[in-house]
Structure formats: C-alpha cells, structure tokens
C-alpha cells in the first residue's frame, strides 16, 4: 500500500479515524493482538501509527511478520496476518497502514543492506523504538517511478541527495527515510538506488499532508537540500533500486490482501449485528431476503479475497512472484471498497456518525490506489493473459473424501 497517517492530529483527542463502541464498525469479537502486553492495554484506540508501533515493538510482536523472526528469510504470511488483523481489530486503518508499509516493504528492503548506519537503523525499528518511512513516491506520478526527480550523487566518500517525496506514510514520526533516488539520467532500471536518509540530517524539511482522514499514518511530504551523508548510508548495491522496489512491492500488496480479509470480516461482523437489532415491521432488518442478499454476496467476496491469499501467499512471499502480487492487489482493491460500500449502504444514516462506517470507506479507498492503482495491475494481469488461461485449463487435484472403507470414493 502506499506510502500515505487517523484522524487523529498531533495534540488532538479527536478519533474519527477509528470507530466508537457505538457507531457500530467496532467488532469485539476480532483478533486480539498474539500475546497479551500491558502496552495494548494501555494504549487508546485513536493512537497513532507510531504509537502503535513502539507498543508492537515493545511487546516483542513486529518480528512474528517474519520466518524465523529474521526479517532477512522474507515475511512469513501467517505471522503478517495474524499481525494486521490484531492491529486492525484495535486500532484505525491510517494506524495500521503506518505498521503494514513498515512490515512488508520497508524493513525487507532495508535489511538487503549491511554496515554498521543500516543495522543501528534495523535494530532500533525492529524494537518500536525508531520509524522508518518508506520514500519511494516522488513528485511525479507515483506509478512511474522511472520517471523520479529525486537524485543521489554520488563520490568516492559521499551521497548527495536532492528532491522531495510526497504522500509519505510515517513522515511526521520517521527517524529516517529509505529514499528511492537516482544516482545517474535515464529511465533504466539499473539507474535507481536506496539511501538511508536521517530525519535530522541538514538539508531535510518535513511537512504534514493536508488530510485528515490519514494524519494518524504520519502522512506527509519530504523535501531533501543537498543532504550530504556518507556512503554507508546507500542500501544495497548501486543500481539495484527498482528491483529491489518490485520484489518487495509484491509482499506489501500481499500484505495489502490479508488486512484487507481482516477489515473486510470486521466490518461485516458488525453490520450483521446491527442489522440483527435494528428492527423493521415485525421483524428485523436481517430478516428482508433483498439485505441478506447483499450481505451474502459481500461473503462470497471476502471468501474469494482469502482464498487468493492462501493460494498465492506462499509464492509471493518465498519468490515474490509479481503475477500473483498483482492478482492479490486488484482482487483487494476491487473487494475492500465493494464490501465497505454494500456495508456504508446498509447502515443508513448512522454511516455518517464520526468515526462511522462512512469514514471508514473513504479510508479504505486506498486499497484501490496504495502499492499500484487497481487499474495498472489489471493491465499487468492482461499482458499475462494466455498464460493465466492455460493454467486455468489444468487445475489441481480436488481433495479426496474417505469413504470409510480405506479407499478413494
């Protein structure tokens, strides 16, 4: 998802961004975080993203998104999902975005680098004791990333970096940016490379974005002056930017996917409570076939979102596949507004209660834009057409039902 922080502003005790026990988006029946932690307890449902992330920290939780807890195997999908929807079933969706871009994309891409600058910076984020914004979308449209104006030069001992990022998850909060810059002209992939820019390096300006459905995500806006660091700060090999941003943009997307089944399941829990109480005639409003129609046909959605992530999850987080990323990303961002929507509809004009079901569609729009526009990975799936086809015409082997007799039915 996106580089873009609830509605919640620093100083603010405001929290449309999440909703209230009694505007009815709240569900008390979702995961709880994977182990009690006197830090969720203490923590209050409109904290911001950084805030949830040192609590997650603090707990020892943010490396269960990982095979073996080692950031650098990949991330380990049932850990991420057990992550998201426990941070999700408590905290608001900017919140939660500020932990998932950090989780799947940020710290896998930092931690292709070594040195003394890139383990300080892994130790502290992996801890909760330090943010990390992921830098990636320039000035330009954030789907051609070839076309970036941010540049690195580099030197013998140096990396000069110029330029500015926009719509920036974390950037209000973050102890360092891992910026995507050029270090030579040219739209070739080989072109583009990370560095680890410090928050309080010379040269850089941090500004709020104008949003308040995203403030508590630490959304804003990086500009960079001639920022001067040494050479340990670039992350990885020179030239290996854009590889890098595509293999782990397939993780954040899948990422994108198993929250999406979390809120989708959430929100749907909730909306069939309210529906179950709210009464209609002599009955219930649960009880008109057209409602339960509606809502049946958001199930089948969420199932159909799942079953893509349980299919693909293992080959996008072992091998990064970009098909399969691409199929989990339009698959989110045509589910999560579609159901959010059905739901908004069917709580009427309770929706627009602060923090209600209205807000929280408007949030979860970003499924459709964050991690590339729903409209450019179909086009990736349609240059993959033939291929999808044909292996839709050898599906796998149907599960064998015992018969009770020791053999096949």
Not at 79 to 104: C, K
Request: hydrophobic share 45%.
């Amino acid at each position: 998802m996106p580089d873009v922080r609830p509605s919640h502003t620093p100083g603010s005790t405001r929290a449309c961004a999440h909703p209230s026990p009694d505007s009815g988006t709240r569900d008390d029946s979702t995961p709880t975080p994977p182990t009690a932690s006197p830090h969720f307890d203490a923590l209050p449902a409109n904290a911001d993203g950084a805030e949830v992330w040192a609590a997650l920290g603090a707990a020892g939780l943010l490396t269960s998104a990982y095979r073996g807890g080692d950031v650098r195997a990949g991330v380990d999908p049932h850990g991420l999902a057990g992550l998201l929807a426990a941070a999700d079933a408590r905290w608001s969706i900017p919140a939660t975005l500020s932990a998932s871009v950090q989780l799947a994309t940020a710290l896998p891409v930092l931690a292709t680098g070594t040195g003394p600058v890139v383990e300080r910076a892994l130790r502290r984020t992996l801890t909760g004791r330090a943010t990390l914004a992921l830098a990636a979308t320039d000035t330009t449209a954030g789907t051609d990333l070839t076309a970036l104006r941010t540049e690195a030069a580099l030197d013998d001992d140096s990396v000069h970096v110029t330029g500015g990022k926009e719509w920036i998850a974390n950037t209000t909060t973050a102890e360092a940016f891992l910026v995507l810059a050029r270090h030579r002209p040219g739209r070739h992939f080989t072109s583009f490379s990370w560095v680890l820019v410090p928050a309080d390096a010379p040269g850089v300006t941090v500004r709020p974005a104008p949003s308040a459905l995203y403030a508590s995500s630490g959304a804003g806006h990086v500009t960079f002056e001639a920022v001067r660091l040494g050479r340990d700060h670039l992350v990885g090999r020179v030239g290996m930017g854009l590889p890098l941003f595509a293999r782990h943009i397939a993780v954040e997307r899948l990422a994108g996917a198993l929250w999406g089944v979390a809120l989708c399941r959430r929100v749907l829990a909730t909306t069939r409570r309210r529906l179950a109480d709210r009464a209609h005639g002599d009955a219930t409003l649960w009880d008109l076939p057209h409602i339960r129609q509606r809502f049946a046909a958001c199930l089948v959605r969420v199932q159909e979102l799942k079953a893509l992530a349980d299919r693909f999850g293992p080959s996008v987080s072992l091998h990064h596949d970009p098909r399969a990323s691409a199929t989990l990303k339009a698959a989110a961002g045509t589910t999560v507004p579609y159901v959010l929507g059905e739901c908004a509809q069917l709580w009427g004009a309770a929706g627009f209660a602060d923090g209600g079901i209205q807000e929280i569609r408007a949030q979860a729009a970003l499924f459709g834009i964050g991690g590339g526009a729903t409209e450019v990975v179909l086009d990736t799936l349609a240059e993959g057409a033939d291929q999808i086809l044909a292996e839709l015409a050898h599906p796998g082997p149907l599960p064998v039902e015992p018969t009770g007799r020791g053999t096949p039915a």
